[in-house]
C-alpha cells in the first residue's frame, strides 16, 4: 500500500475515534462472517479467543509452544 494512503487512513480513522488495526481487524471479521465457510468462521472464533486471551495479559503474543 502506498504511504500516502496509509497515512491518510490512519488520519481518517483517528477522527473516526479508533485506529487502523482496530478498523482493519473489523473490516476482516465482517469479511470471513459473510463470506466464511464452517472451518473460517471457527478459526474467527478461535482467534477471537486469542485475541481476548492477549489483551487480558497486556503483553502480546501467546507463550511459544502454546496449544492452538
Known amino acids: ?3 500516502a494512503m496509509w497515512d491518510a487512513y490512519g488520519r481518517v480513522c483517528e ?3 479508533t485506529d487502523r488495526a482496530g478498523r482493519t481487524l473489523d473490516h476482516i471479521r465482517a ?3 459473510a463470506h466464511g465457510d ?3 468462521l471457527a ?3 478461535r482467534a477471537e479467543r486469542e ?3 492477549r ?3 497486556k503483553g502480546g503474543r501467546p507463550p511459544k509452544g502454546a496449544a492452538r
Do not use: H, N, T
Request: hydrophobic letters at 30%; aromatic letters at 0%; a negative charge.
Open 1 to 3: 500500500m502506498p504511504d
Open 15 to 17: 477522527r473516526l475515534g
Open 31 to 33: 469479511d470471513i462472517r
Open 38 to 40: 464452517e472451518q473460517d
Open 55 to 57: 489483551r487480558s495479559r
Open 51 to 53: 485475541l481476548a486471551e
Open 43 to 45: 478459526d474467527l472464533e
